[in-house]
């Protein structure tokens, strides 16, 4: 099993900046890649960033050259810097990792999420 636990959301003005962090722990082998999905009030979860195993990166186009996704392997921690943030980025983020096929276990991990709310 794989634990994900996110932190560093909070209330932040607009144009203001965060820097979110999502901690792994326990089979860590079995996860490679691991994603950033976040969700508005009555809105779907959506996808946000994501960090391959080869360092490659991916970004929903809404946050393009404002968001950057990065990992520290060492401290099996993924962080998601974002920067000229905006109201409409006020969502809770949580963080995904998809799970290997040839681990035991769910289809992929989820953390509980951290509030992000930007104010104007």
């Known amino acids: 099993q794989v634990r994900l636990v996110e932190s560093g959301g909070g209330l932040v003005q607009a144009g203001g900046s965060l820097r979110l962090s999502c901690a792994a722990s326990?089979?860590?082998?079995?996860?490679?890649?691991t994603d950033w999905y976040r969700q508005a009030p009555g809105k779907e979860r959506d996808f946000v960033a994501s960090i391959a195993g080869g360092g490659r990166a991916y970004y929903a186009d809404s946050v393009k050259g404002r968001f950057t996704i990065s990992r520290d392997v060492a401290k099996n921690t993924v962080y998601l810097q974002m920067n000229s943030l905006k109201r409409e980025d006020t969502a809770v983020y949580y963080c995904n990792a998809p799970n290997s096929d040839y681990c035991p276990g769910p289809a992929d991990y989820w953390g509980q999420g951290t509030q992000v709310t930007v104010s104007s």
């Open positions: 326990g089979e860590t082998i079995c996860i490679s890649t």
